[in-house]
Nanobody, 123 residues
Framework: QVQLAESGGGSVQAGDSLTLSCAAT???????MAWFRQAPGKERIFVGG????????NYADSLSGRFEISRDNNKETLVLQMNNLKPEDTAVYYC?????????????????WGKGTQVTVSS
C-alpha cells in the first residue's frame, strides 16, 4: 500500500518561491507521480507530472515555466519547486501516483493521493 504525504506549504508574498515535497511510503519507484492543485470552490487540476524513470516532466500550459517537478526514487520523494508565485496560485496542492508510464492530467487516472498542503500567496 502506497501512502503519500505532502509538506512545505505555507503563506508567502507574490513573487516568492516555495518548495513542496511529497514523501512516499511503500515503493513508488515504478509509479508515475504528479502534482495537482485545488483552489477554493474550484475543481482539482493538473499542475504537472513525471514518469517513474524521470522522463518528462509534463506541465500544465498555464504555468508558463514557473514550476519545476523532480523526483528522487532513492528517497521516494517528489518535489515541486514553485517560483514567482502569484495570488492565483493559492490552492491546496496534492501529490498523486499512478501506474503507467506517462503522467495524465485526469484525476481519475491516479490511484494514490496525499491529503494536501495549503499554499497561500498574498499580493
Amino acid at each position: 500500500q502506497v501512502q503519500l504525504a505532502e509538506s512545505g506549504g505555507g503563506s508567502v508574498q507574490a513573487g516568492d518561491s516555495l518548495t513542496l515535497s511529497c514523501a512516499a511510503t511503500g515503493s513508488t519507484v515504478r509509479y508515475t507521480m504528479a502534482w495537482f492543485r485545488q483552489a477554493p470552490g474550484k475543481e482539482r487540476i493538473f499542475v504537472g507530472g513525471i514518469s517513474w524513470d524521470g522522463n518528462g516532466p509534463n506541465y500544465a500550459d498555464s504555468l508558463s515555466g514557473r514550476f519545476e517537478i523532480s523526483r528522487d526514487n532513492n528517497k521516494e520523494t517528489l518535489v515541486l519547486q514553485m517560483n514567482n508565485l502569484k495570488p492565483e496560485d493559492t490552492a491546496v496542492y496534492y501529490c498523486a501516483g499512478r501506474t503507467g508510464r506517462t503522467p495524465s492530467p485526469q484525476t481519475y487516472d491516479y490511484r494514490y493521493w496525499g491529503k494536501g498542503t495549503q499554499v497561500t500567496v498574498s499580493s
